[in-house]
């Protein structure tokens, strides 16, 4: 059965004046029959709590043999060198110089039978979640939905590249998932 773990809550802080203050992202462990799974690297800063969460299930860092990233921005990937062992995936929209990093094209790439890496556009032109059946339908959404009230508003995140694309990947992701992990933030279940 396909389990998932939160490893570290990211946490998203803006000033009055709406500038991005501190950002962490989420990072989550999926771990199925073939694989181990690590969506996003998060930051220095939350290194401790991811450190912490491995010990807590048992795993070590070289236990993960893939790591997704939903986008290359710094707050999802600080800590990317800390999983030497493992394939690294990325769209083909972001623009990655990882070495050997495997390039993700189009709009799905099913990476596991229940796993599924998926192009949602709109934060940036490589966003893409990460589309996981297990008890339910979870959707790790990056940036594409980064808080819980960028789906219940429905409102793109305010750094994007393309508001209607934004929309529409959100709506995507909100179709499919019975709960989303947000870019930063708890789960929260779609359906409230």
Request: proline letters at 6%.
């Amino acid at each position: 059965m396909t389990v998932l773990d939160v490893m570290a809550i990211g946490i998203l802080e803006r000033d009055p004046n709406g500038k991005v203050t501190k950002a962490d992202s989420t990072c989550t462990l999926v771990r199925t029959s073939e694989k181990t799974i690590l969506v996003d690297t998060s930051t220095e800063y939350l290194w401790p709590m991811i450190e912490i969460s491995f010990e807590q299930i048992g795993l070590r860092l070289k236990d993960v043999d893939t790591v997704v990233l939903t986008h290359m921005h710094r707050d999802h990937t600080e800590n990317l060198n800390k999983f030497t062992d493992a394939k690294i995936y990325v769209h083909e929209g972001e623009k990655s110089n990882i070495p050997g990093a495997i390039s993700v094209t189009g709009d799905e790439y099913r990476l596991d039978p229940d796993v599924l890496l998926v192009h949602t556009p709109g934060h940036t032109k490589g966003s893409m979640s990460v589309f996981v059946d297990a008890d339910l339908k979870y959707a790790i959404a990056g940036d594409a939905i980064p808080t819980k009230n960028n789906l219940l508003k429905m409102t793109p995140p305010a750094s994007n590249y393309d508001e209607e694309l934004a929309l529409e990947s959100i709506k995507k992701i909100k179709g499919y998932a019975d709960i989303v992990i947000p870019g930063h933030g708890s789960p929260f279940p779609t359906r409230i």
